[in-house]
């Protein structure tokens, strides 16, 4: 089982950019989450697709968005990258129904420039 | 909204002691998880507390669960230097129709020292 995979693992951009970040989840998850780790602090919920739906979002502004296709598979753009975008970007998956246990990938690590 | 405190924030430790991590969290959180994050790392999964009163227990942390006083903790047995790491809770929030979203506190980063 290969568990969360996430890609790239780390990634470069300048202000302004746009980027995809992408995720697979574990085998036999249905529902993603993605989380955004600043430097020194916990991860922050994004947003969380099932059924190819975005279904729960945190408070992050419109320039995050996101997709789940028909594999489960997610991914998570972010337009106009600010410094601030800077971090530690998480998926998680688990089998629908809530309080699951999460299972989280490895992350990429993202520097704006 | 839920809000999510840790303390300490950060602990240095000898080996062989003992110490608790405190979780507080400000509203309702029917499940509390424990992450633990070694530098660089993603987040490794401990324990999920399910209930008030839930006790579980893995080698030398044990997490337990207090939902009247809103509190968890994560206790450390005869801490060794593998501990090391950032210990982070998190409360959980039901949204309805299955949604859900954690909250994580700031995190603990434990160091043990020989």
């Known amino acids: 089982d290969a568990g969360v995979t996430q890609s790239p693992t780390h990634l470069i951009k300048t202000r302004g950019q746009q980027v995809t970040l992408r995720c697979s989840p574990k085998?036999?998850?249905?529902?993603v989450s993605w989380y955004q780790q600043a430097l020194g602090q916990g991860p922050q919920f994004i947003f969380q697709?099932?059924?190819?739906?975005?279904?729960q979002r945190g408070n992050f502004p419109d320039r995050f968005s996101g997709h789940q296709f028909p594999n489960y598979s997610s991914e998570l753009n972010v337009n106009a990258l600010l410094l601030g975008d800077s971090a530690l970007y998480l998926c998680a998956s688990s089998f629908s129904g809530w309080g699951e246990k999460l299972f989280f990938g490895s992350g990429t690590q993202l520097s704006v420039l | 909204e839920l809000k999510v405190e840790q303390n300490p924030l950060f602990l240095s430790m000898q080996e062989g002691k003992n110490y608790t991590i405190y979780c507080n969290y400000s509203t309702t959180s029917d499940r509390l998880y424990w992450y633990r994050q070694d530098p660089g790392k993603s987040l490794e999964s401990l324990f999920v507390l399910l209930s008030n009163g839930a006790v579980k227990q893995e080698g030398r942390l044990m997490a337990s669960l207090d939902t009247k006083a809103r509190l968890s903790t994560l206790h450390i047995t005869a801490a060794v230097h593998d501990l090391s790491a950032t210990y982070f809770c998190?409360?959980?929030?039901?949204?309805?129709?299955?949604?859900?979203?954690?909250?994580f506190g700031k995190g603990t980063k434990l160091s043990v020292i020989p």
């Open positions: 085998s036999g998850h249905d529902t």
């Open positions: 697709y099932y059924e190819e739906e975005e279904r």
């Open positions: 998190a409360g959980c929030s039901y949204s309805g129709a299955g949604s859900y979203q954690l909250t």
